[in-house]
């Protein structure tokens, strides 16, 4: 029998030990005052085409189940973990400011797969090897798309808080962004070690 009790906090306290993140912790997701200007510049974070949390997720888990390597396919998935704490809090902090945490960007257009940076489209295998030449090129590929991703994400972030005066929501984004300079160094060390 599954034991319910406490798992909130059961949930909670497995995030905050996963090694794939920042020492901060992860601030309540409160908010000075609704303000739905602020809740569709995280509508863009949350959810745009590019460079958002549920773009990032999805992009991780992809990348997860297709390349062979254990250590770079668990890292990935650690990762997406947390980016599905950064959406959650997200979803948190646009509710609270009187908005929808529904999955489009401030101009109502929605998220869809094809947002997905692949980086493998042509390739017909599904585990990519990086002792395969074609693969580990593809595995490179994908990592850079991943940095790429990370660097946007970082300075998105920041666009965002140089734009909202709630210190509430600023401390949230302070911890998102510390999350996403782990991850964009776990990225390049992966392809240090792996990859070059």
């Not at 497995?14 to 005052?33: K, Y």
């Not at 782990?182 to 792996?194: A, D, E, R, T, W």
Request: proline share 2%; glycine share 4%.
């Amino acid at each position: 029998m599954n034991n319910y009790d406490n798992i909130e906090a059961k949930v909670d306290k497995f995030i905050s030990e996963l090694p794939c993140q920042s020492e901060l912790p992860m601030p309540e997701g409160e908010v000075a005052e609704k303000n739905l200007d602020y809740a569709n510049m995280l509508l863009d974070a949350y959810a745009s085409a590019a460079d958002s949390e549920i773009q990032a997720i999805t992009q991780y888990l992809y990348q997860h189940k297709t390349i062979a390597n254990e250590s770079i396919s668990s890292t990935l998935m650690c990762i997406a973990l947390i980016e599905m704490r950064h959406l959650d809090k997200l979803g948190d902090l646009i509710a609270a400011l009187g908005g929808k945490p529904a999955f489009y960007n401030s101009n109502r257009y929605y998220w869809g797969t094809e947002n997905i940076a692949y980086g493998d489209k042509n390739m017909l295998n599904l585990k990519l090897d990086e002792n395969d030449a074609e693969s580990r090129e593809v595995i490179r590929q994908k990592l850079l798309l991943d940095i790429k991703g990370e660097v946007n994400a970082i300075n998105g972030y920041r666009f965002i808080k140089s734009n909202i005066d709630d210190k509430y929501i600023k401390k949230v984004l302070d911890k998102i962004i510390s999350d996403e300079e782990v991850h964009l160094s776990l990225f390049q060390g992966m392809i240090k070690k792996y990859l070059s």
